[in-house]
């Protein structure tokens, strides 16, 4: 069963994994409100969000509209224009197909600055029979097209059945993605809490493109794909 991103990220938060704040909405008075929420939170920029069972939003465009999938806004007002142009249109996008899918609710989101881009994956090896932990540096792009085009850039650590994920491993993920002291050990805190949110809700696969590094050194998930 996959979920959408909203869904994703409150069980992610349930765990501890760091997530931008955001709001879901179905109707374009609710995104405006959402908005509002943000904003009285010291939200500065927004972003608005189509959810729909595919990957590929940002760079997917409606029929009808043609509006992104994903629009950042620096005001309500334009939050509000972004949620009229992306309710009730269909979004096609690279894993849609030309049939494309209808956005019935869109996810609202402080939009946080972006200092680097990762990519973070988990799911089963069935090969090996393990659950394995994928990273790169290369956030932010198809992790297909960087397996085909740039392997290297692919670091992986496959964990033990039955056992736990280990810091060591944890620590080897985040110095391959060229993470240093602060934001080092917030990065290995994430792995950590990440792998038990994908062990203890017995999912298919975790998919966190981006991961991203904020000029605070934080680390957040700012997307999150969820079988």
Same mark, same amino acid.
């Given at each position: 069963?996959?979920?959408?991103?909203?869904?994703?990220?409150?069980?992610?938060? $349930?765990?501890?994994?760091?997530?931008?704040?955001?709001? %879901? %909405?179905?109707?374009?008075?609710?995104?405006?409100?959402?908005?509002?929420?943000?904003?009285?939170?010291?939200?500065?920029?927004?972003? +608005?969000?189509?959810?729909?069972?595919? &990957? &590929?939003?940002?760079?997917?465009?409606?029929?009808?509209?043609?509006?992104?999938? +994903?629009?950042?806004?620096? $005001?309500?007002?334009?939050?509000?224009?972004? %949620?009229?142009?992306?309710?009730?249109?269909?979004?096609?996008?690279?894993?849609?197909?030309? $049939?494309?899918?209808?956005?019935?609710?869109?996810?609202?989101?402080?939009?946080?600055?972006?200092?680097?881009?990762?990519?973070?994956?988990?799911?089963?090896?069935?090969?090996?029979?393990?659950?394995?932990?994928?990273? $790169?540096?290369?956030?932010?792009?198809?992790?297909?097209?960087?397996?085909?085009?740039?392997?290297?850039?692919?670091?992986?650590?496959?964990?033990?059945?039955?056992?736990?994920?280990? +810091?060591?491993?944890?620590?080897?993920?985040?110095?391959?993605?060229?993470?240093?002291?602060?934001?080092?050990?917030? &990065?290995?805190?994430?792995?950590?809490?990440?792998?038990?949110?994908?062990?203890?809700?017995?999912?298919?696969?975790?998919?966190?493109?981006?991961?991203?590094?904020?000029?605070?050194?934080?680390?957040?998930?700012?997307?999150?794909?969820?079988?």
């Amino acid at each position: 069963m996959k979920i959408h991103e909203y869904q994703a990220k409150e069980i992610l938060k $349930s765990y501890g994994v760091p997530v931008p704040d955001g709001i %879901a %909405a179905t109707s374009v008075d609710e995104a405006v409100e959402a908005a509002k929420k943000l904003e009285e939170n010291g939200a500065t920029l927004f972003v +608005v969000k189509a959810q729909i069972h595919a &990957g &590929g939003r940002g760079k997917g465009r409606t029929k009808k509209n043609n509006a992104k999938g +994903v629009i950042l806004c620096k $005001s309500v007002e334009e939050v509000k224009e972004a %949620a009229e142009s992306l309710l009730g249109d269909v979004l096609v996008t690279i894993q849609t197909g030309e $049939s494309g899918q209808l956005v019935q609710r869109l996810y609202v989101t402080d939009g946080v600055d972006i200092e680097k881009e990762f990519y973070l994956g988990i799911l089963l090896d069935r090969a090996l029979s393990k659950n394995v932990i994928m990273v $790169s540096t290369e956030g932010g792009v198809e992790i297909e097209k960087v397996a085909e085009e740039t392997p290297e850039k692919i670091v992986k650590e496959w964990v033990e059945p039955g056992m736990p994920l280990q +810091v060591n491993q944890a620590r080897h993920l985040a110095f391959a993605l060229g993470l240093e002291g602060e934001a080092l050990k917030k &990065g290995i805190k994430f792995i950590m809490a990440i792998y038990n949110a994908y062990v203890e809700t017995d999912s298919d696969m975790f998919e966190i493109n981006p991961l991203i590094l904020t000029p605070d050194n934080d680390i957040l998930a700012l997307d999150a794909k969820v079988t």
